[in-house]
């Protein structure tokens, strides 16, 4: 009897993103429960061998380019990875493509994935969507989409001919395929999984100062963790502003550390940056941008001497998580932070934590918006940078802003100073985390859903 086999398909296999977070951990625990299950890992490129006894494929073109269409090109091109996914899958048993409904993100590959499904997998392979993100969400995905595909050729991608389910990160996301055609009795709910043994190992009080050596601030710095990448929907400029007025208000020294990467496969990400390094001049606190984004787990060298530490250490030397992005497709933090015996502050996703609040998490303390003015609503982008601007340059500008907000920040710096609400607060959110966002539960119910 041969192996039972499993391939992820995701744009860039090994990058520092969430999506590459999902298919480790489940990867992981998959060859936990059966060791002879066979993983193979298709993707634009292999960024890093993050598992060792995987199998690596490569088709180029499921790179992400940014090159300009005709509809010619995207049926060409499209074909094309129809066709080098069904020969690199063709002795492979079930087949999870990751977040593949992203439109102009990477056009080609969206339609290609369809074509796939539809055309060219092979008998009795189980293909199945998991759908981070729509391109519904970013306009720059969205924006010129009819240019390319027809709403009839849009329906067909969402009815999913030849797909045997759309695995969903979040309940929000059922109604929405719905609305865009998809089955219901395709769609299942599958959250995402967190491994707890990244997050809940101890370190030491000297190994605390290594990371603090390495990030530049003194010992004595209470750090607001930001674990994102550098992109504008993040809203790293409110972050900004939030840590600055906790430290007015409770004349501590708080520091913020955005640990993520810069996004080379967003345009936009690089402008969205230098604007924010004008910003982080003007707040004039320590606000750190690390070099590069911290691996799931320690690398040593020779001697044992730590070389990186993992993402999980800098949460354990932190003394919250922070998070105030504007839009999530999953939102880790919210449930990472507990496993690493830490509370979380910021702004309240509703889709994310409304998802979270029916498992039993509690959020209450989370503000749902940050005006920067009184009539002002959730801008996102370079604009929103350029108005968190205009208010460092302008003293009383500011104090109108923290008065706006005052009870909002208040709610925050109340849950890190009261250190019994706060660990009661851990206490009862690690349980219920743990009872259904724990990764081997979470991947008893993936392995029930594919069939394997």
């Not at 073109?61 to 996914?85: H, V």
């Not at 930001?226 to 900004?240: F, G, Q, T």
């Not at 999980?312 to 504007?326: K, P, R, W």
């Amino acid at each position: 009897m041969s192996k039972k086999s499993i391939c992820f398909i995701h744009y860039g296999i090994g990058w520092k993103d969430g999506i590459n977070t999902v298919i480790k951990s489940f990867a992981n625990q998959i060859q936990k429960k059966d060791p002879s299950f066979r993983i193979c890992l298709l993707g634009g490129e292999i960024g890093s061998r993050f598992l060792k006894d995987a199998e690596y494929k490569r088709i180029p073109a499921l790179l992400p380019k940014g090159k300009k269409l005709s509809k010619t090109r995207l049926e060409k091109e499209a074909l094309n990875i129809a066709k080098k996914i069904a020969k690199a899958t063709k002795d492979i048993d079930t087949i999870v493509i990751e977040n593949p409904l992203m439109g102009l993100y990477h056009l080609p590959a969206m339609l290609g994935f369809s074509i796939y499904a539809n055309q060219y997998k092979s008998k009795g392979v189980k293909v199945f969507f998991r759908v981070h993100d729509l391109y519904t969400d970013n306009l720059e995905y969205y924006k010129g989409i009819n240019d390319f595909l027809s709403s009839k050729e849009l329906k067909d991608i969402f009815q999913g001919k030849g797909v045997d389910g759309f695995l969903i990160i979040n309940h929000v996301l059922k109604d929405r395929l719905i609305r865009q055609g998809t089955p219901e009795k395709k769609i299942f709910y599958l959250s995402n999984g967190v491994d707890k043994t990244i997050f809940n190992q101890k370190i030491s009080n000297q190994e605390s100062k290594m990371i603090r050596k390495e990030l530049k601030i003194s010992d004595e710095a209470k750090i607001l963790l930001y674990p994102v990448r550098v992109i504008p929907r993040k809203n790293i400029e409110e972050a900004i502003l939030l840590v600055h007025f906790i430290r007015q208000l409770t004349e501590e020294e708080y520091v913020l550390v955005i640990s993520g990467k810069i996004d080379k496969h967003d345009p936009l990400s690089k402008l969205y940056h230098k604007q924010l390094k004008e910003l982080v001049d003007l707040a004039n606190f320590p606000v750190i941008f690390t070099k590069k984004p911290y691996p799931l787990e320690r690398e040593y060298g020779k001697r044992g001497k730590i070389d990186e530490f993992s993402i999980g250490d800098v949460y354990q030397a932190s003394e919250a998580i922070l998070m105030t992005s504007l839009r999530e497709g999953f939102g880790y933090p919210f449930l990472e932070s507990w496993f690493a015996n830490k509370v979380v502050i910021g702004r309240r996703i509703e889709n994310v934590i409304n998802d979270f609040e029916k498992s039993g998490l509690d959020f209450r303390w989370l503000y749902r918006g940050f005006p920067i003015r009184a009539e002002a609503g959730n801008q996102e982008g370079i604009q929103r940078v350029k108005n968190f601007l205009r208010i460092f340059e302008d003293n009383i500008l500011e104090k109108q802003v923290l008065e706006l907000n005052k009870s909002r920040v208040m709610d925050q710096i109340e849950v890190l100073q009261d250190k019994e609400k706060q660990k009661q607060i851990i206490e009862d959110n690690l349980m219920r985390a743990g009872q259904i966002y724990e990764i081997s539960e979470v991947t008893d119910r993936f392995l029930e859903l594919v069939g394997s």
